[in-house]
């Protein structure tokens, strides 16, 4: 006897979010540098952080690292994010 598995699948119902509002101006904010642990991020966000310090001084740069894997959310970074924080750029590697 043979069992045949019929491959085709159903779609999960996916919900949009929008995106979070643009800042006027990175002048005097904090921008946190968030390596999510994934393919060197956090080489790549290294260089972000030179590149803000030689051709954006005013813009204050946290380098930071989640705690877990990339997969794994972080809600303790994201807080302070929130509170200590302007914005952030998400490092995902190569």
């Not at 085709?8 to 101006?25: D, N, Q």
């Not at 001084?57 to 930071?64: A, E, F, I, M």
């Amino acid at each position: 006897m043979t069992a045949v598995l019929n491959p085709l699948g159903f779609p999960s119902t996916v919900k949009g979010k929008a995106l979070a509002p643009r800042l006027e101006s990175l002048d005097g904010k904090t921008i946190f540098l968030v390596d999510c642990r994934f393919d060197d991020s956090g080489l790549l966000l290294e260089q972000v952080q030179v590149w803000f310090q030689e051709h954006m001084p005013s813009v204050k740069t946290r380098l930071v690292q989640k705690n877990n894997v990339y997969a794994k959310d972080d809600p303790e970074l994201w807080t302070t994010i929130k509170n200590e924080g302007d914005g952030a750029i998400v490092g995902v590697g190569h």
